[in-house]
């Protein structure tokens, strides 16, 4: 009993050892696949068409008026002047203003007070040129989005506070279009088996179908031209119905 004992115990052994190394095994293989990430498999690269596709790109200007006031002062001329120039150069852009209080008023008064603002920032501009009108449009928000909260019981500090929330917000969207003369290039990396593309022109932008891979080896005709070997054919049956005759056996077979 005690050599059977034995016996067992040392298969036993044998056969953890066994386990540990499939899963050193295992491990190593994962992390070989994490070091060579996808080049494991085939990269085919896909050409995707991206002429045409639209982007916005905004800018945003702010002009700054005195207590209860809606008149353009100086520096907020300079600003208007610059963003007239801008959206002259680009026909496709567009001009949202939007006027803003601070937080003393009701909110009745305060978005009346902001929708002069914002129209007394149109009416500048269109003063400036009248064919930008189509392309501008105006908003009012009262008091209801300050840019700085009022917390200071100190007078000064709430009025420089107070200052920067009285304000109109001239947001600029500048549309544009994306036309390569190029289609651009994406590697699939998890396409098994072997590539459809060739893969000698890896900086290629362009994927070309005129000229297929032939996945078949050279030497091996295809499954029409080469039937597999005591298969007679339909047509060949059909011309000679009579017998078909065993090679090995030399008997002859009934239809």
């Not at 085919?44 to 800018?59: L, Q």
Request: aromatic share 8%.
């Amino acid at each position: 009993m005690g050599f059977f004992s034995g016996y067992r115990s040392w298969i036993f052994s044998v056969g953890e050892v066994f386990t540990m190394l499939h899963r050193w095994l295992a491990l190593c293989f994962l992390a070989s696949f994490a070091v060579t990430g996808c080049g494991l498999f085939s990269k085919e690269k896909v050409g995707m068409d991206i002429v045409g596709v639209p982007f916005s790109a905004g800018r945003v200007e702010k002009v700054y008026f005195d207590f209860n006031k809606y008149e353009i002062k100086g520096s907020g001329k300079k600003v208007l002047l610059g963003l007239v120039e801008r959206m002259k150069a680009d026909k496709r852009s567009t001009l949202l203003i939007i006027g803003h209080t601070d937080s003393r008023g009701t909110e009745e008064y305060n978005l009346a007070l902001g929708e002069r603002r914002a129209n007394a920032v149109k009416e500048f501009i269109l003063g400036c040129d009248r064919s930008l009108s189509p392309r501008i449009s105006t908003q009012s928000r009262g008091k209801a989005e300050p840019e700085v909260l009022v917390y200071s019981s100190d007078f000064k500090e709430a009025e420089k506070a107070h200052a920067q929330n009285r304000r109109v917000v001239l947001i600029v969207e500048c549309q544009h279009s994306v036309s390569p003369k190029k289609k651009m290039a994406i590697k699939w990396p998890f396409s098994f088996g072997r590539s459809a593309a060739k893969q000698d022109d890896v900086g290629s932008s362009e994927v070309s179908d005129e000229n297929p891979v032939d996945d078949s080896s050279e030497g091996i005709a295809s499954e029409e031209a080469a039937p597999e070997e005591g298969v007679v054919s339909e047509e060949a049956a059909e011309e000679a119905p009579e017998v078909a005759q065993d090679s090995s056996a030399g008997v002859v077979a009934p239809e």
